[in-house]
């Protein structure tokens, strides 16, 4: 395809009069460059956050991380110079700043710092000057050997495997197939979370033990029927599998499925998140505000 089509043209001032971006191939794009001197991660977050606020308006992203020096910079200003557009960066080095600072007034690009303002506002209200390290959020710390120790546990129960020692888990996540057990999963533990998940078969009995557990919480995902089918459907047909009639996609036994799930949660008052319209992140922070209150509740309970 050509690239041509593809391009923008995009008229931008640094001192904020806009740009204009062109349609392209029936959608409007625009680029954005993200400058990290670190993995890039906050960055991401941010500006996806932002993009998806405008509807129809998709962004070309260009992510340059652990740019420190001036030549990694080189290469980033002449892809900026190439390619106009906004331009995002957390970079604490101030010779390589106010480098990539200029190029962009130069350019006509519109450039951000994405963590000064955040930064200000710590130093005035903290009254102390700051120590510049370049990804100092990625440090080897407890916490982050916390989060490794608790995605290796999560990856050795995942799908209901090692059930034996639930009890040794944060949270247990239960729900039928393709409820999003396993995604979930790894994202908590990338939070440093403990995770386990076990799935619900027909015909097949619970885990010993997984009824009785009280330090661990037992969270239950559930998702509408329609949804279901429709996931294990894709799923058989990436497989190129011919169960196209099994009970496995047949709507009154998902359905069944669903029903007795949720009878299983209600007997032993798991708290239950519908999957439906949720995505894993948002799922995710359900589940850590739950766990939250548990591990409060499981905390004043051993207090004398």
Same mark, same amino acid.
């Given at each position: 395809?050509?690239?041509?089509?593809?391009?923008?043209?995009?008229?931008?001032?640094?001192?904020?009069?806009?740009?204009?971006?062109?349609?392209?191939?029936?959608?409007?794009?625009?680029?954005?460059?993200?400058?990290?001197?670190?993995?890039?991660? @906050?960055?991401? @977050?941010?500006?996806?956050?932002? @993009?998806?606020?405008?509807?129809?308006?998709?962004?070309?992203?260009?992510?340059?991380?652990?740019?420190?020096?001036?030549?990694?910079?080189?290469?980033?200003?002449?892809?900026?110079?190439?390619?106009? =557009?906004?331009?995002?960066?957390? +970079?604490?080095?101030?010779?390589?700043?106010?480098?990539?600072?200029?190029?962009?007034?130069?350019? =006509?690009?519109?450039?951000?710092?994405?963590?000064?303002?955040?930064?200000?506002?710590?130093?005035?209200?903290? =009254?102390?000057?700051?120590?510049?390290?370049?990804?100092?959020?990625?440090?080897?710390?407890?916490?982050?050997?916390?989060?490794?120790?608790?995605?290796?546990?999560?990856?050795?129960?995942?799908?209901?495997? +090692?059930?034996?020692?639930?009890?040794?888990?944060?949270?247990?996540?239960?729900?039928?197939?393709?409820?999003?057990?396993?995604?979930?999963?790894?994202?908590?533990?990338?939070?440093?979370?403990? @995770?386990?998940?076990?799935?619900?078969?027909?015909?097949?009995?619970?885990?010993? =033990?997984?009824?009785?557990?009280?330090?661990?919480?037992?969270?239950?995902?559930?998702? %509408?029927?329609?949804?279901?089918?429709?996931?294990?459907?894709?799923?058989?047909?990436?497989?190129?599998?011919?169960?196209?009639?099994?009970?496995?996609?047949?709507?009154?036994?998902?359905?069944?499925?669903?029903?007795?799930?949720?009878?299983?949660?209600?007997?032993?008052?798991?708290?239950?998140?519908?999957?439906?319209?949720?995505?894993?992140?948002?799922?995710?922070?359900?589940?850590?505000?739950?766990?939250? %209150?548990?591990?409060?509740?499981?905390?004043?309970?051993?207090?004398?």
């Amino acid at each position: 395809m050509d690239k041509a089509k593809f391009r923008l043209s995009i008229k931008a001032s640094s001192m904020g009069k806009g740009y204009e971006v062109k349609r392209g191939m029936g959608r409007n794009f625009f680029h954005l460059h993200l400058v990290s001197d670190s993995t890039g991660e @906050t960055l991401i @977050t941010v500006a996806r956050a932002a @993009t998806a606020l405008y509807q129809g308006i998709a962004a070309i992203e260009h992510v340059y991380p652990l740019i420190r020096t001036a030549r990694q910079l080189d290469r980033v200003i002449a892809e900026i110079e190439n390619e106009p =557009g906004i331009v995002l960066y957390t +970079m604490v080095e101030p010779d390589v700043t106010e480098r990539l600072r200029r190029a962009c007034e130069e350019f =006509g690009c519109p450039s951000l710092s994405v963590l000064e303002p955040v930064h200000n506002l710590f130093q005035s209200y903290l =009254g102390v000057v700051t120590t510049p390290r370049p990804g100092a959020q990625h440090m080897l710390s407890a916490e982050y050997f916390r989060r490794i120790d608790a995605l290796n546990f999560t990856m050795l129960h995942d799908d209901g495997q +090692m059930t034996e020692n639930l009890d040794q888990a944060d949270v247990v996540l239960v729900g039928i197939s393709r409820t999003s057990k396993t995604p979930t999963s790894i994202y908590l533990a990338n939070r440093g979370v403990k @995770t386990a998940n076990v799935p619900l078969v027909p015909g097949v009995p619970l885990p010993e =033990g997984l009824e009785n557990l009280t330090r661990a919480l037992v969270v239950g995902l559930v998702a %509408s029927p329609e949804r279901i089918v429709q996931i294990r459907q894709n799923r058989l047909l990436a497989l190129n599998a011919d169960d196209k009639n099994s009970s496995y996609v047949d709507r009154e036994a998902v359905t069944d499925e669903i029903t007795k799930a949720r009878r299983l949660f209600e007997r032993h008052d798991w708290p239950v998140i519908d999957v439906t319209r949720r995505s894993i992140e948002e799922t995710a922070a359900a589940i850590l505000d739950l766990h939250k %209150s548990h591990a409060a509740r499981l905390q004043a309970e051993q207090t004398p």
